[in-house]
């Protein structure tokens, strides 16, 4: 099972783990508001509620912050008071039964290293989703490094993502070929850092991609994610998996 807590919405799914797709239809509800641990915890249960789902089966989930050893370290999108809360024992406990919490960039990345965008690329691969802000997640053949928050770099004096995420093209009301020089002094700074092989291209906005990617000039390969919104709760049913076995 795959679940994905986002600032509006909260996601689950029985994922195939051979095929890398859904093997039943998607349940969704409303986060609450305030989206506190208390208020959260009983909405991922209740969500789950919908499935039949074996006491030994599996759970992930993705959360929007960097989670250490199953501690949410930062809070994106959702309630401040996630920030030192040990998320892995507060979902085990509400769900009674062994979970996996990840950060939601990094379950994303997962699931389009193995069956997406950037499935069968060796050396380092960078899996971006370009949304409310810049989530990313990096990979060294095939193995992640996880929370790399490369969205909150410092560049020319702003944190990354207040220039060059979805949500600054439409606060600014930029065009396609405006936003796609922000993104290129983003992403050649990272090119830099990193020397990636593949950079693979998430978030919503990416059903776009024709109208800004072939805008940017780098020297690795830049696409489009091919998994989309169903990356994450894929990605995250797949590292739950993983760490069972």
């Not at 991922?44 to 993705?62: C, E, K, N």
């Not at 906005?205 to 940017?216: R, Y």
Request: no cysteine; hydrophobic share 45%; net charge negative.
């Amino acid at each position: 099972m795959g679940v994905d807590i986002g600032g509006s919405g909260i996601k689950a799914a029985p994922v195939d783990l051979a095929e890398g797709a859904f093997a039943a239809d998607r349940v969704r509800q409303e986060t609450p508001q305030p989206s506190t641990p208390a208020a959260v915890a009983p909405v991922v249960a209740d969500v789950l509620s919908g499935f039949d789902v074996p006491s030994d089966t599996p759970v992930g989930i993705t959360f929007p912050a960097v989670i250490q050893h199953g501690i949410a370290r930062t809070a994106a999108n959702v309630d401040p008071s996630w920030i030192g809360t040990d998320a892995g024992t507060l979902f085990s406990e509400t769900l009674g039964r062994k979970v996996l919490v990840v950060n939601d960039a990094d379950a994303a990345g997962y699931a389009e290293v193995t069956f997406g965008a950037g499935k069968g690329v060796r050396g380092v691969v960078l899996v971006t989703t370009l949304g409310t802000g810049i989530g990313s997640a990096l990979f060294v053949d095939g193995r992640l490094v996880p929370n790399t928050e490369l969205g909150h770099l410092e560049i020319d004096g702003h944190d990354a993502e207040k220039k060059a995420a979805d949500s600054a093209r439409e606060r600014h009301d930029l065009s396609w070929s405006q936003w796609a020089k922000r993104l290129q002094r983003y992403y050649s700074h990272v090119e830099d850092l990193l020397w990636p092989d593949l950079i693979v291209v998430g978030g919503g906005v990416s059903k776009k991609h024709e109208k800004f990617l072939p805008h940017l000039d780098l020297r690795a390969p830049i696409v489009p994610a091919q998994l989309r919104n169903d990356a994450g709760i894929i990605g995250a049913a797949m590292l739950a998996a993983e760490l069972q076995d």
